[in-house]
């Protein structure tokens, strides 16, 4: 499937401000600041992979092969857009500690 240039921005847009939300209120309820950017990796292997989580623990070998393979064959337009999702993460870690060092406490 062919992405065309008008989805590759909003794709990515999406997945920044999509990331960046969730990170920002996990942040603030669970006063971790890095915590989404820890997750974050974990949540774009689910994407990526289409092996069951229960699966790298009964059959680990054919699982990381398999992951491997997905991995390598990743097209760049899916590395930029799952990359926005992990710079709305950190961005998000950024900004609680801004906002906790200029004074703001959240919950």
């Known amino acids: 499937m ?3 240039i008008f989805v590759l921005p909003i794709s990515m847009l999406l997945f920044l401000v999509l990331f960046f939300g969730i990170g920002f209120i996990l942040n603030m309820l669970l ?3 890095w915590i989404m950017a820890i997750v974050y990796p974990i ?3 689910f994407i990526i992979d289409k092996v069951r989580f229960i699966e790298y623990f009964t059959n680990t070998k054919d699982s990381f092969i398999s ?4 991995l390598s064959q990743l097209a760049t337009a899916d590395v930029l857009i ?3 999702g992990l710079a ?3 961005i998000a870690g950024v900004t609680m500690k801004v906002l906790r060092k200029k004074g703001y406490q959240m919950f």
């Open 2 to 4: 062919e992405m065309t």
């Open 31 to 33: 006063r971790m600041s």
């Open 43 to 45: 949540i774009a292997l």
């Open 67 to 70: 992951l491997g393979n997905e």
């Open 82 to 84: 799952l990359s926005s």
């Open 88 to 90: 709305g993460a950190i």
